[in-house]
């Protein structure tokens, strides 16, 4: 099992920029992909960057460059945070944090309770 916690988001002017944070907790060994995803009113939820377990990243088209993934795991700290800069009316979205792991009974899909990002054009 893998706990989430997000924290960050909130409202911003286009062109501004947010950082928001996801902690997992749990069983972070079995991890073999962490990152976010979002979903706006009316669409479907995507992925906006991630990790893999390899430490590779992997980031939607329209973000490259404006966005970025990093992660702490020192002191046994296991978050990853999202940097969004250069903030689009497009960008308006509940952003969720998402954990993959594997095991015995197949794939497991973790997710975070959402954080919601507006920004204001």
């Known amino acids: 099992q893998v706990q989430l916690v997000e924290s960050g988001g909130g409202l911003v002017q286009a062109g501004g920029s947010l950082r928001i944070s996801c902690e997992a907790s749990?069983?972070?060994?079995?991890?073999?992909?962490i990152g976010w995803y979002r979903q706006a009113p009316g669409k479907q939820r995507e992925l906006v960057a991630e990790?893999?377990?390899?430490?590779?990243?992997?980031?939607l088209d329209s973000v490259k460059g404006r966005f970025n993934i990093s992660r702490d795991n020192a002191n046994a700290k296991n978050t990853v945070y999202l940097q969004m800069n250069r903030l689009k009316f497009e960008d308006t979205a509940v952003y969720y944090c998402?954990?993959?792991?594997?095991?015995?009974?197949?794939?497991?899909?973790?997710w975070g309770q959402g954080t919601q990002v507006t920004v204001s054009s």
């Open positions: 749990g069983s972070t060994s079995s991890i073999n992909a």
């Open positions: 998402h954990v993959l792991t594997w095991s015995w009974s197949g794939r497991n899909d973790y």
């Open positions: 990790f893999s377990r390899d430490g590779s990243t992997n980031y």
